[in-house]
């Protein structure tokens, strides 16, 4: 019997690099696995403000959208934050602490993964304590600054490789193992680090 595809939620930031001329999204990527033999779902949508992640991430959380229980923040980032912006257009961190009350008792048996440079580089008591507090099954991303298409292409395996584990604490520690071996290089230049919650 075929598994039933865990579809992707994308959030995505509208202009990676300031001018809105230059087109650079990571929608193709789920585009791919949606017309791969995996057939994956996704819901993508380009956003700027934090008031505008609200909303779709409380959209996310509504459980209509069960099916898509994979959140991908494709975002600029540092340690502990994501980049967005004000209604101005000036620069505005969101850190994990704001999501907090975002994803507060929304995200049993949920992943977040932050496509996004440098959010993961803290210390690993740090990361499991927002996992705690967002209550998701896992949390993943990177530690480092990323160069763009080789984290795309790791996310495009790491997605798929989703597909192929059960939303468990088991199933998710599988994924982490596999992903580490199928795309080691990547998962080390990345400094990739998937956070499970403990069974």
Not at 52 to 57: S, W
Request: hydrophobic share 40%; glycine share 6%; aromatic share 10%.
């Amino acid at each position: 019997m075929k598994k039933a595809s865990k579809g992707v939620y994308c959030l995505e930031i509208g202009e990676w690099y300031g001018d809105l001329k230059k087109t650079c999204t990571v929608e193709p990527v789920l585009d791919l696995l949606m017309k791969s033999p995996l057939r994956v779902p996704y819901i993508h949508r380009d956003i700027a403000t934090r008031s505008e992640l609200r909303y779709y991430l409380r959209k996310w959380t509504q459980v209509r959208h069960k099916g898509y229980p994979i959140l991908y923040l494709a975002f600029h980032g540092r340690p502990g934050e994501i980049e967005l912006a004000d209604e101005n257009g000036k620069s505005k961190a969101v850190t994990l602490e704001d999501l907090i009350p975002e994803f507060a008792g929304c995200c049993h048996n949920r992943i977040i993964h932050f496509g996004a440079c440098s959010v993961m580089n803290l210390h690993g008591r740090t990361l499991r304590k927002y996992l705690h507090e967002f209550g998701a099954l896992a949390i993943s991303g990177y530690a480092s600054n990323v160069d763009w298409v080789k984290s795309a292409v790791f996310e495009m395996l790491f997605l798929a490789e989703l597909q192929n584990n059960a939303l468990t604490v088991a199933g998710a520690r599988a994924v982490k193992k596999r992903i580490q071996k199928i795309a080691a290089p990547l998962s080390r230049d990345l400094q990739f680090k998937m956070i499970v919650k403990d069974p």
